[in-house]
């Protein structure tokens, strides 16, 4: 069970955690635009409902391991992959649907007793859900209440919170506060109680009990044909700079990446091979010379000898630069290239 302290910690976790707090933001403008944005605005919602939903899911499944959730990805606004993410929306349509129904058929205690009953046993839904990755196992009574008998008296925080949560919107509507701020204090909400139901459960450990490990992130396969894409672009941009004989802007451009890329090693690499696939080789062999450099001062003798003798395939006048002759030689010397010992 959390203490009090790590309750307030889970609450503001949103305000903690700055990519989370910066897809909060994105997240409410978009949302604030979608609303009041008229005929554009109906095509921004369908384009950022997935990506809401989803986003509170990764908060909810990355705090119930312990772990901080990653920004806001290009792959959460997509209505495919990870379907049961969005599972979520039914838990929200059942919410208004019942409460709506029960409210115009029998009246408003009704309409309480079903939000009080969906409030108790939504949060455990959610769990099971984020923990299973199973929209037919959160609907199960068995699951739901087991959460709930796991997690004990700790569990009676987030029913609790969720109905104050709502009157607290319902009474902050019928005041004099702006709309704005209304539906600022709202959206935090609701992610706060995302961060609270995963932090409620973690105590128990409920991912271990079930072979699911991987959180709801893009797969490697995934980020890397997005990195692909980004490097692309990069080069691209690059080639133009170079091709209007703005060589330095050029290389400067394909360096700021560089500096930024996840696996710059393979960064250097693969931009060397894009450019000695142009047509004119000579910007390729100065960007080789660099990444040489780079080679030798790592020690990768094997890989900087390739690159001198594909460079000198290309061009017979292609040499390190000056101050990499000593250890080009070294290099050549460990790998036993005769040849490459005589031109350095």
């Avoid at 969906?118 to 099971?128: D, I, K, R």
């Avoid at 050549?332 to 040849?339: K, L, Y």
Wanted: glycine content about 8%; hydrophobic content about 50%; proline content about 5%.
């Amino acid at each position: 069970m959390l203490s009090p302290t790590e309750l307030a910690r889970e609450f503001v976790y949103v305000l903690r955690n700055g990519s989370v707090l910066l897809s909060f933001a994105l997240l409410f403008l978009l949302l604030e635009f979608a609303i009041h944005g008229g005929i554009l605005g109906l095509v921004v919602v369908l384009m950022i409902l997935p990506a809401f939903f989803r986003y509170l899911m990764v908060i909810l499944e990355s705090r119930a391991r312990g772990d901080d959730p990653g920004p806001l990805q290009v792959d959460h606004i997509l209505w495919f992959g990870n379907a049961w993410s969005l599972f979520l929306i039914v838990h929200v349509a059942v919410v208004i649907y019942a409460t709506y129904i029960l409210g115009s058929l029998y009246g408003v205690a009704a309409m309480l007793a079903a939000t009080a009953v969906l409030a108790v046993a939504m949060p455990a839904s959610l769990a099971v859900l984020a923990i299973t990755r199973s929209p037919v196992e959160c609907m199960k009574p068995g699951s739901v209440g087991g959460v709930i008998n796991r997690c004990g008296a700790g569990y009676w925080v987030l029913p609790s919170y969720f109905l104050v949560a709502v009157y607290l919107c319902w009474f902050l509507s019928t005041g004099s506060l702006s709309g704005f701020f209304v539906e600022l204090i709202a959206l935090y909400l609701a992610f706060a109680f995302f961060a609270l139901i995963g932090g409620v459960v973690r105590p128990h450990e409920f991912y271990k009990e079930v072979g699911i490990q991987d959180p709801v992130e893009p797969d490697q396969e995934t980020v890397d044909e997005q990195l692909q894409k980004q490097r692309t672009a990069v080069l691209t941009h690059a080639y133009g700079f170079i091709s209007r004989d703005n060589r330095a802007g050029g290389f400067q451009h394909i360096r700021d990446w560089l500096q930024r890329d996840p696996s710059p090693d393979k960064a250097w690499q693969w931009f060397f091979d894009q450019m000695m696939r142009w047509e004119i080789k000579e910007p390729a062999l100065l960007f080789a010379q660099a990444y040489l450099g780079r080679l030798l001062q790592d020690g990768d003798y094997e890989a900087a000898v390739k690159v001198i003798v594909r460079c000198r395939y290309v061009s017979d006048a292609f040499l390190p630069r000056p101050e990499d002759r000593a250890l080009a030689l070294e290099a050549a010397e460990h790998c036993g290239n005769e040849e490459l010992i005589k031109i350095l």
